[in-house]
């Protein structure tokens, strides 16, 4: 497997525009997560889903931001409208829940910019 | 609520040194999973250790070992003979299957090992 793969690798966007950050799991892990890193914050978890079912979001920091997961190899995170305040590294994870300590295996980040 | 504490936000060493990193979590689980993730400044989470709770004995992953106690829910990571390649960033992380596998991460740890 290619591992967990995201897209874009770097985004920069104006103030104001939509943008869409894609994510494809590893085949097969049920679990889904969506993170976001600042120097100032660290991680952050956005969101979780489950068998492509969102089970929290209380880490969504505003209306702005939306996540969807519509299969089980295929997940998105908009934010609209965008603002420089989200300029950060977006990760998604996934995992197979169910396996014995499995670990979160992360894609390689987004990295967003808005000017 | 879960928690996880790294108090030390940066921290170097000698190349072929032994260095410590520290981590306290919190939670009233008896069963979880705790993790060291390892972010270089390609920005992958790459995973360094894993630990059982239910199991007594240290995880050891060639140069990198745990120190686990478990009443004083304190779960450190040790390098040893510290390497060049080793300066990244390092996350504590703690995974029960009670919280639906939710991954809680530290605010990591800056390691910079000095030639």
């Known amino acids: 497997d290619a591992g967990v793969i995201q897209s874009p690798r770097h985004e920069v966007t104006e103030m104001g525009q939509e943008v869409t950050l894609r994510c494809k799991p590893i085949s097969g892990h049920n679990s889904l997560f969506w993170y976001r890193q600042t120097m100032m914050r660290g991680l952050e978890l956005l969101i979780y889903?489950?068998?492509?079912?969102?089970?929290?979001d209380s880490g969504m920091p505003e209306d702005r931001f939306s996540a969807k997961m519509p299969n089980a190899s295929f997940s998105t995170l908009k934010i609209q409208p965008s603002e420089p305040r989200d300029s950060a590294v977006y990760f998604c994870?996934?995992?197979?829940?169910?396996?014995?300590?499995?670990?979160?295996?992360f894609g390689q980040g987004t990295r967003l910019t808005v000017v | 609520a879960q928690t996880v504490t790294q108090s030390q936000p940066e921290m170097s060493v000698q190349e072929a040194e032994t260095v410590t990193l520290s981590c306290t979590y919190d939670t009233s689980e008896n069963n979880y999973y705790l993790f060291w993730y390892k972010q270089p400044p390609s920005r992958q989470m790459i995973l360094v250790i894993r630990q059982e709770a239910y199991k007594q004995q240290n995880a050891t992953e060639n140069r990198f070992s745990v120190n686990f106690q478990k009443a004083a829910k304190s779960f450190s990571l040790k390098i040893s003979d510290s390497q060049l390649g080793d300066t990244a960033m390092y996350f504590c992380a703690f995974m029960t299957p009670n919280t639906g596998n939710q991954f809680y991460f530290g605010t990591g740890t800056s390691l910079t090992v000095i030639p």
């Open positions: 889903f489950n068998n492509n079912v969102p089970i929290d």
């Open positions: 994870a996934s995992a197979l829940e169910g396996g014995a300590g499995t670990e979160a295996f």
